[in-house]
Nanobody, 127 residues
């Protein structure tokens, strides 16, 4: 199977920045769409961003558009989420996810579409 490990979370003040990383290991011989999700206390998991295998197609939730940037380095089997201008409402556990795909330029942004999940990393933004 494929294992995903997130890192880079922490505590920052509003307006600050964090860079999350998600490293994949195991059977990574297939093409994978990668996505970022988050879940705040008392709320359901929501899609944050996604990126196609080629890196040419990207999705951002309206709440983070213009502030977050997703990227990937397939040679390192790693996907990143650069988070700038952080707000208290961004506080959540952030998860990365992967879905095998036959297409280089497709992407997905619904949790039920993904096959593999990381353990999550906590992001806390103070006001």
């Amino acid at each position: 199977q494929v294992q995903l490990v997130e890192s880079g979370g922490g505590l920052v003040q509003a307006g600050g920045s964090l860079r999350l990383s998600c490293a994949a290991s195991g059977r990574t011989f297939s093409r994978y769409v990668m996505g970022w999700f988050r879940q705040a206390p008392g709320k359901e998991r929501e899609s944050v961003s996604a990126i196609s295998w080629s890196g040419s197609r990207m999705y951002y939730a309206d709440s983070v558009k213009g502030r977050f940037t997703i990227s990937r380095d397939n040679a390192k089997n790693t996907v990143y989420l650069q988070m700038d201008s952080l707000k208290p409402e961004d506080t959540a556990v952030y998860y990365c996810a992967a879905k095998a795909t036959a297409y280089s330029n497709s992407y997905y942004y619904q949790p039920g579409e993904y096959d593999y999940w990381g353990q999550g990393t906590q992001v806390t933004v103070s006001s």
